[in-house]
């Protein structure tokens, strides 16, 4: 089981937009909250699987 963060917000014309924290370009949207978590699944499963070109991530970075 993978466990990831995503962001989301209620859209003004209705429904809820959303993405997923690592993948902050990569924006999807569903009617319901729980339609919303099913296409960011289904969305991290094609960017996982190379279906999306040319993503950008978000990396983390230490400096001592």
Do not use: C, H
């Not at 370009?25 to 289904?42: A, Y």
């Not at 969305?43 to 279906?51: A, F, I, K």
């Amino acid at each position: 089981m993978t466990t990831l963060q995503f962001t989301y917000r209620e859209a003004p014309e209705g429904g809820f937009l959303g993405y997923l924290n690592e993948y902050p370009d990569q924006w999807t949207q569903g009617e319901t909250l729980d339609q919303l978590k099913e296409m960011l699944v289904s969305l991290y499963q094609d960017l996982v699987e190379g279906g999306i070109p040319g993503v950008r991530r978000v990396g983390v970075l230490e400096v001592v």
